[in-house]
């Protein structure tokens, strides 16, 4: 389920896990982009996601996907490129917040926001290549240009889950907290800080950013 909330330009998304985790399926991707479409739309100026349930998000469901032929495959990976590029082009800066699990597809959806920020138990990885397949969601393509090289090659090669610590020395964490109390209230003062922006300003400076 996912639920949002708009108070002072800024809107939150809260991701809640429909079994354990906030699985990327089809049917959520889907129900993301008519909220982001939306949301581009409005007269928010901040967008905040974060999961609840202990994950962020975890990407495709494998088990499922393993049912998927060729067709139903490659309309699944456009469907999240479509998600994560639109995260790119709307007006509103987006956040991510993570506090547990950001796996797969997950990692992707992160690194397709303006900020991200986590907490210290929170975990990743891209553990496709343990099956011997990659992400079709684009993170081999936006990965790179945020992280180090060398981190995201070992992320991809070994398929194994890294600490905040190393994801914010790799540069795809802008900052580390003790808990969520505290990345909440920091979270806070910067949403509200940039709520303060001229839109048209926060628009130019994000589509200059993407632009370079």
């Keep these: 389920m996912i639920e949002l909330t708009n108070e002072n ?12 985790f906030n699985i990327l ?3 959520k991707i889907k129900e993301l982009i008519y ?29 499922q996907m393993l049912s ?6 490659k309309y699944f990976s456009m469907l999240g490129n479509k998600l994560f590029n639109l995260m790119g082009r709307i007006p ?10 950001c796996m797969g597809g997950g990692v992707d959806f992160a690194s397709a926001a303006d900020f991200r920020y986590a907490t210290k138990i929170s ?7 343990q099956l011997g397949i990659i992400t079709g969601f684009g993170g081999t393509q936006r990965l790179p240009r945020l992280m180090k090289h060398s981190s995201i090659f070992k992320m991809f090669l070994t398929g194994d889950m890294f ?14 907290f003790d808990n969520y109390e505290e990345m909440n209230e920091y979270v806070n003062k910067l949403s509200d800080k940039i709520a303060i922006k001229n839109r048209l300003f926060l628009k130019e400076l994000k589509i200059n950013r993407y632009r370079n």
């Design 35 to 63: 909220c982001f479409e939306s949301i581009a739309k409005s007269e928010a100026k901040v967008v905040r996601i974060y999961g609840k349930g202990g994950s962020f998000a975890v990407g495709a469901n494998i088990k």
């Design 92 to 101: 509103q800066i987006v956040i991510a917040e993570i506090d547990g699990f």
């Design 9 to 20: 330009e800024i809107t939150k998304i809260y991701l809640h896990p429909e079994d354990k």
């Design 123 to 129: 975990k990743f990885a891209h553990p496709g290549s």
């Design 163 to 176: 600490d905040a610590s190393f994801m914010e020395k790799s540069r795809f964490i802008n900052k580390v």
């Design 25 to 27: 399926s089809p049917d």
């Design 68 to 73: 998927y032929d060729g067709y139903t495959a």
